[in-house]
């Protein structure tokens, strides 16, 4: 079984400011996939990121960017030059091999203060 | 830019009723998959779709779901006797291809908020 794991149930960062959210997770497979999804107050689930675990170069979208620490199954997203737009839940999660089905973590609440 | 999309946006329902969600894929997508948040809670896989025969379901997804293709474009969750747990925002999703060799990346739709008094 995989699990995912989001320590920080919520979090808050000023405008223009940085911030790192925290995700671990635990799987027996040796490929596999890690994505963080946002989710606005719409509800919809929006990719942010995908991270293969075969490849050692963290991956980066624009302001977005992770820290994958494949020992340690740490996977962490960092937000540069936060924006109110960004307020939004953020899961963490992990595809197995198969790519049949995502595991999601239990989501980090953030809020970006004017 | 592509995206699913869900019908209806919210239902409510009465407790024993069967209730149908719809999904409309991105038309070049080839797996179809359906996930489900019960408020507050973590976002729970439910089944996932190809070929048109289910190819991995979650212990979750009990005789009481059943999905279905029923033409080229819509992808259906069916909710038999319906109870009050099952209410939850359920969410569509899909992707062209599966496995770490592919594209493996989801695009969800906007969810069908489920009412169950």
């Known amino acids: 079984a995989q699990t995912v794991t989001q320590s920080q149930p919520e979090m808050s960062v000023q405008e223009a400011e940085t911030v790192t959210l925290s995700c671990t997770y635990d799987?027996?497979?040796?490929?596999?996939?890690l994505f963080w999804y946002k989710q606005p107050p719409s509800r919809q689930m929006i990719l942010v990121i995908r991270?293969?675990?075969?490849?050692?170069q963290n991956a980066t979208e624009n302001r977005f960017s992770v820290n994958f620490q494949k020992a340690a199954k740490s996977f962490s997203l960092k937000i540069s030059d936060s924006q109110l737009g960004d307020t939004a839940m953020y899961f963490c999660?992990?595809?197995?091999?198969?790519?049949?089905?995502?595991?999601f973590g239990g989501g980090t609440r953030l809020m970006v203060k004017p | 830019e592509p995206e699913v999309t869900q019908t209806p946006s919210h239902q409510v329902t009465q407790m024993g009723q069967e209730v149908i969600l719809r999904c409309v894929p991105i038309?070049?997508?080839?797996?179809f998959y359906w996930y489900r948040q019960i408020l507050g809670q973590k976002v729970e896989f439910l089944v996932s779709?190809?070929?048109?025969?289910?190819?991995?379901k979650s212990e979750i997804f009990d005789d009481q779901f059943s999905v279905e293709r029923p033409d080229g474009s819509n992808f259906t969750l069916k909710i038999r006797s319906t109870k009050l747990e099952d209410s939850a925002m359920y969410f569509c999703?899909?992707?062209?291809?599966?496995?770490?060799?592919?594209?493996?990346?989801?695009?969800f739709g906007a969810g069908s908020r489920l009412t169950v008094l």
């Open positions: 799987t027996s497979e040796n490929n596999y996939y």
């Open positions: 779709f190809y070929n048109n025969e289910i190819s991995e």
């Open positions: 999703a899909s992707s062209v291809r599966t496995g770490v060799s592919g594209a493996n990346v989801l695009t």
């Open positions: 038309s070049n997508h080839l797996y």
């Open positions: 991270q293969e675990a075969y490849k050692q």
């Open positions: 999660a992990l595809c197995n091999n198969a790519g049949n089905m995502l595991t």
